[in-house]
């Protein structure tokens, strides 16, 4: 919708009507189209559902779904960028990654992360390390 109103005010500016008023009506008009079509369609599930289809599963269990990314058009580069963009670097750290009804891809990391169970095993050893000292320093006393 953004890239719609902000194509309609350019040209307002920049085209050959560059009247400020031609801009606005443009970019009302799409503001009023849009929330009336939503209004519509919030009460119309199905209708909803028909137009905007079914959120696609691209990633399960760390394996990119091919088949979904090629029925959504989405290359296996796209979907890397969008991984990263949500702080996520490896495909194989994903439990889902989700291409919402709206366009944006949804990430849910599997838990515990690599990250986390790296973290845990260093916290674990630590503690282990403690408990030595502690013996060590009671023996000695």
Do not use: W
């Not at 939503?38 to 760390?62: H, M, N, Q, T």
């Not at 050893?125 to 408990?131: I, S, T, V, Y």
Request: charged letters at 25%; one cysteine or more.
């Amino acid at each position: 919708m953004r890239l719609l109103i902000s194509n309609v005010v350019q040209n307002a500016m920049i085209g050959d009507d560059n009247s400020v008023t031609s801009g606005l009506i443009g970019g009302l008009a799409l503001v009023v189209v849009n929330y009336f079509v939503v209004r519509f369609l919030f009460r119309r599930a199905k209708l909803d559902r028909l137009i905007e289809s079914e959120p696609a599963v691209l990633i399960r269990d760390g394996q990119i779904v091919h088949a979904s990314c090629g029925r959504e058009l989405i290359t296996e580069d796209e979907l890397l960028a969008a991984l990263r963009r949500q702080g996520v670097a490896d495909p194989t750290d994903v439990e889902q990654a989700i291409l919402e009804t709206s366009g944006a891809i949804s990430v849910i990391p599997k838990r515990p992360t690599p990250a986390e169970e790296r973290q845990s095993e260093i916290m674990a050893r630590l503690d282990e390390l403690l408990r030595e000292l502690r013996c060590a320093g009671g023996a000695a006393g």
